[in-house]
T-cell receptor, first 113, second 115 residues
Framework: AQSVTQLGSHVSVSEGALVLLRCNYS??????LFWYVQYPNQGLQLLLK??????LVKGINGFEAEFKKSETSFHLTKPSAHMSDAAEYFC???????????FGAGTILRVKS | NAGVTQTPKFQVLKTGQSMTLQCAQD?????MSWYRQDPGMGLRLIHY???????DQGEVPNGYNVSRSTTEDFPLRLLSAAPSQTSVYFC??????????????FGPGTRLTVL
């Protein structure tokens, strides 16, 4: 069975600092991986996804993530945090056959001025 | 396109009451699903559908029913509400049913409280 672990339920960074949100997955075969963002009282919006093309994936709002098979990781980064990045971020995995997403528990990002 | 719409936005029920959460999409997507979001647990799949007339259970299906009579609509029914069903419910859809790389588009959610 697939599972996703997000290390750190809360992450706090200063405005302009590097954002690093960690995601590790367990899967017996290479999966598809997603990062979604949820702003307060809203639905989930896709940030980026890995679909077995390039291992470094660029998404919206300056975010990117790197798929590392040897580490079973898909960490999300952004070089310089902005106040508007404050939100909850979810990592999710799905398999080649079927569209069922398995989500991590989420990481709440706080950006300090 | 309105995308994925959900009604109502908020609902308060008493234990034992039943209700239907509505979900509709106007993107002609084959795949639709329902998730519940609870603090510290991420989103968990309740039921999903790969097309009109075809539904299946997800990770946490107990206490919920679904049907898919049209491509556009995928309602979620709570048969006899319990306090454990207090949660935020999200409906999602994606274009195809085969191949897990399709992006799923989420509705704005329904916040349900069961007293």
């Amino acid at each position: 069975a697939q599972s996703v672990t997000q290390l750190g339920s809360h992450v706090s960074v200063s405005e302009g600092a590097l954002v690093l949100l960690r995601c590790n997955y367990s899967s017996s075969v290479p999966p598809y991986l997603f990062w979604y963002v949820q702003y307060p009282n809203q639905g989930l919006q896709l940030l980026l996804k890995y679909t077995s093309a390039a291992t470094l994936v660029k998404g919206i709002n300056g975010f990117e993530a790197e798929f590392k098979k040897s580490e079973t990781s898909f960490h999300l980064t952004k070089p310089s945090a902005h106040m508007s990045d404050a939100a909850e971020y979810f990592c999710a995995v799905s398999m080649e056959y079927g569209n069922k997403l398995v989500f991590g528990a989420g990481t709440i990002l706080r950006v300090k001025s | 396109n309105a995308g994925v719409t959900q009604t109502p936005k908020f609902q308060v029920l008493k234990t034992g009451q039943s209700m239907t959460l509505q979900c509709a999409q106007d993107m002609n997507h084959e795949y639709m699903s329902w998730y519940r979001q609870d603090p510290g647990m991420g989103l968990r799949l309740i039921h999903y559908s790969v097309g009109a007339g075809i539904t299946d259970q997800g990770e946490v299906p107990n206490g919920y029913n679904v049907s898919r009579s049209t491509t556009e609509d995928f309602p979620l029914r709570l048969l006899s509400a319990a306090p454990s069903q207090t949660s935020v419910y999200f409906c999602a859809s994606s274009r195809s049913t085969a191949g897990g790389k399709d992006t799923q588009y989420f509705g704005p959610g329904t916040r349900l409280t069961v007293l």
